[in-house]
């Protein structure tokens, strides 16, 4: 049995990325149970887990030898970087309100079917002329990691504070929108393509009444 | 109305542990709200949207304001299904409408495609989905008849265009070369055939417009070089020595000056035709393409005077 606690605060970006700034924070306790990693999102929530971000769960056992630490961490780290190419292109497409150009290097970090949505979002906003004003805060968290399956896959939980953005129309004008938390709950699946290849996000589901 | 997104909770059901019991219940408590339109990747949308209790339903069914017209799917995903500047949405891809390429383009038999079939059309894809991004770019036939893109009057000169009017083949006795007498009759003739004297047809088609195009000589004229022209309605009869010295019986002349004193001594005779070219279009129009013209011109006809020798 093994068990392996991650306290960390990686700060990787803070730095504004297309103009929207990326915090990352990886806090939590993380569970090892046959290459399963379970650590609570970075942020509060109504969800009942905040007992889980507090202290660690209960280690259960597992047959299996886990993968190494270092291996994790390094899958954590670029399941963390994929999230916030998404995030940075998906911010971008939505402060332009339009379709993003084909041919970009979108798909070495997205899905087809992430990548759809993506364009889906721009096509929407294109049609409805309007963009977004305003830098969203993101705090990710790798909640799972299950490098044993097959595909290897990840979820981030990530805190979005949407407090700063307005959806303006083509004159920059607000226009009324969908009632949600300032501060919601969006989580992300993410796959690996095979043994050590890249991580990409497959999808993102927005809880937007879920406070955090 | 009120429908759930599907949310994806694979990843936690591999757990079977009591947080992700907790997680699930979580999920499966937070309040159904209409997100209609608002895909999970947009951080706002625009909206209405009422914050309601489970279950609750608005008598329009619109609590999220303009998400996108529904009809259109890629995948799970809803999307537009015309943009501005992009077109209409089929199967991946933005269309526009593309001209209709002409009969001999290869792009017809790349396609397995007839230009007279009116089932489809040409289309110009402006922006393609994952999954269909290899269309991008190439000229594509869709089952979709492409709305015409050519009023009738354009169609017609391309269908006027595609056939093969041709000068007229002129004949005049006695012949370059040969020297004719003033005041003898001179025979002017043409072969005549579809092609140099009609009629000629064809039909051509944009998209549903079809129209049917015929061209026929309705007269010739012949500038016979020394100043007269003669205009003629038939292709005239060809000149046979069994004639003798017989005027033609439908177009001909009689040189009353010399030729001499002309550039090289001679007449140069052109002969014009002048076609009268009709179209009916499938819409009912009707048209005529004015100032159809085809010249031939044949030069060294000589003119000289009779000697008369008293005895």
Redesign the interface.
């Known amino acids: 049995m093994a068990r392996v606690l991650y306290e960390r605060d990686l700060h990787m970006a803070d730095t504004p990325i297309g103009g929207i700034g990326v915090r990352t924070r990886t806090t939590a306790a993380a569970a090892v149970m046959a290459g ?1 990693f ?1 650590a609570a999102a970075g942020c509060s ?5 905040d007992a ?1 971000a507090s202290s660690p ?1 209960p280690a ?1 056992s597992s047959p299996s030898a886990p993968a190494s630490p270092s291996a994790e961490d390094q899958a954590r780290e670029q399941v963390l970087a994929a999230y916030a190419k998404y995030a940075a292109a ?2 971008r497409v ?1 402060h332009e309100g339009r ?1 993003p150009a ?2 970009g290097d979108e ?1 070495t970090y997205m899905t ?10 721009g ?2 906003m ?3 002329k ?1 963009r ?1 004003t305003g830098d ?1 805060v993101r705090t990710p968290a790798v909640t ?1 990691l ?1 490098l044993a ?1 097959t595909p290897p ?3 981030i939980t990530a805190c ?1 504070d ?1 407090s700063a ?3 303006v129309d083509a004159a920059g004008k607000p ?6 938390a300032p501060r919601y709950v ?2 992300a ?1 993410l796959v690996r393509d095979g043994d050590g290849g890249a991580w990409r996000v497959d ?8 406070t955090c | 109305m009120l429908t759930r ?1 599907h ?2 909770v694979t ?2 059901s ?2 079977g ?3 992700a019991a ?2 699930l ?3 499966a408590a ?2 159904a ?1 209409a ?1 209609g ?15 309601g209790s489970p279950g609750t339903t608005t008598p329009s069914g619109d609590t ?5 017209a529904p009809g259109c799917t ?7 299904c015309s ?1 501005p500047g ?1 077109g209409f949405f089929y199967q991946g891809c933005y269309y526009t409408a593309a001209a209709a390429p002409a009969p001999d383009d290869p792009v017809w038999q790349t396609s397995g495609k007839s230009p007279g079939d009116t089932s489809g059309g040409f289309y110009n894809p402006t ?5 269909e ?1 290899g269309v ?1 770019g190439n000229l594509r036939w869709l089952p979709i008849p492409a709305a015409a893109t050519m009023t009738p009057e354009e169609l017609a000169r391309r269908a006027l265009s595609k056939l093969r009017l041709l000068p007229p083949p002129m004949h005049l006795t006695p012949g370059p070369g040969k020297t004719g007498l003033v005041s003898l009759p001179v025979w002017l003739w043409v072969d005549a055939n579809a092609n140099t004297w009609g009629p000629a047809s064809d039909t051509d088609a944009d998209g549903p417009l079809s129209l049917t195009l015929t061209a026929a000589v309705e007269r010739i004229v012949w500038d016979m070089g020394d100043g007269d022209t003669v205009t003629c309605t038939t292709p005239g009869v060809p000149y046979d020595p069994a004639y003798g010295d017989r005027m033609s019986p439908e177009c001909g002349y009689a040189y009353q000056h010399i030729s001499k004193g002309q550039p090289n001594d001679a007449f140069t005779v052109t002969a014009t035709t002048h076609w009268k070219v009709t179209w009916t279009a499938s819409t009912g129009a009707t048209g005529t393409i004015p100032g159809v013209t085809r010249t031939s011109t044949v030069g060294d006809i000589r003119v000289g005077e009779l000697q008369v020798v008293n005895t």
């Open positions: 399963v379970l929530s109504d969800s009942g887990s889980a769960p259960p998906s911010d939505q379709a084909m041919g798909k087809d079917k992430a990548r759809t949505e993506y364009q889906a979002i096509l929407d294109e049609a409805e309007t977004v969203v799972v299950d399956s896959r990840a979820t979005l949407v953005i307005k959806l226009v009324t929108t969908n009632v949600q969006q989580t699946a999808g993102v589901t927005s809880d937007r009444q879920r | 997104p949310r994806r990843t936690l591999v757990l542990t009591v947080i907790a997680a219940g979580a999920l937070t309040p709200h997100e339109g608002c895909k999970d990747g947009r951080l706002v949308c625009v909206g209405v949207d009422t914050p999220s304001g303009s998400g996108p890629w995948g799970a995903m809803t999307v537009q943009l992009k922006y393609c989905l994952p999954g991004e991008q």
